[in-house]
């Protein structure tokens, strides 16, 4: 599998927007961009996935550059309770994820 | 997306002594259950695929006589730490995957060893 690239930990202001980067330069063509986030002490929640396009759901969206090699996560108006760790995990949909060290987020007030 | 529920989310237990967590699919008949293990301040790393009535697939370094899984049903896989020791003391957490690509996570079960 893939692997991941991404920074330890960023902070953003309530209520702005929130961007995750991922690096991920040796994806293969059928590998899809996964992001998860943790809050303490809780297990992970699914947030959104993709393979080339741009994907935006109720919580997020997903920006894959055209050469797949690296997406942002954009949470678009943060708010505290979005303060967790973020997961980039790249693979095959019916493979098991490896998660990385991911990028501790805080959302300051 | 599936829920996933597991029980207990907390358990104490004296070393040598055996503990099993519940892992169920309450919403989803899943064949496939994931198991993970997170030390403090560590990232989840995965001990074992849950099939259902066949054996467990256990990752590289994952003792499988220790961490027993059975995966008796459809919506319901059980992880034993047999003989626990304070080192097995950790975050256990498991996830289903439905049809569709992405995973669902239980809350996870917090396993302190004295």
């Known amino acids: 599998d893939a692997k991941t690239t991404q920074p330890p930990s960023m902070d953003c202001a309530e209520g702005r927007a929130a961007n995750l980067p991922c690096n991920h330069s040796?994806?293969?063509?059928?590998?899809?961009v996964y992001w998860y986030r943790q809050i303490h002490s809780q297990g992970p929640q699914y947030i959104i996935h993709g393979l080339k396009n741009n994907e935006t759901n109720e919580m997020a969206s997903l920006i894959i550059t055209e050469d797949r090699k690296s997406s942002t996560l954009i949470l678009p108006h943060a708010t505290l309770r979005d303060t967790a760790v973020y997961y980039c995990?790249?693979?095959?949909?019916?493979?098991?994820?490896?998660f990385g060290q991911g990028t501790r987020l805080t959302i300051n007030p | 997306g599936a829920v996933v529920s597991q029980h207990p989310s907390w358990v104490i237990c004296k070393s040598g002594t055996s503990v099993k967590i519940e892992c169920r699919s309450l919403d989803f008949q899943a064949t496939t259950m994931f198991w993970y293990r997170q030390f403090p301040k560590q990232s989840l790393m995965l001990m074992a695929t849950s099939n259902e009535g066949s054996k467990a697939t256990y990752e590289q370094g994952v003792e499988k006589d220790k961490f027993l899984i059975n995966h008796a049903s459809l919506t319901l896989s059980t992880l034993t730490v047999t003989s626990a020791h304070p080192e097995d003391s950790s975050f256990y957490i498991c996830?289903?995957?439905?049809?569709?690509?992405?995973?669902?996570f239980g809350p996870g079960t917090r396993l302190t060893v004295t």
């Open positions: 040796t994806i293969s063509g059928n590998e899809y």
């Open positions: 996830s289903v995957r439905p049809e569709s690509y992405e995973q669902y």
């Open positions: 995990i790249v693979g095959r949909g019916a493979q098991k994820l490896v």
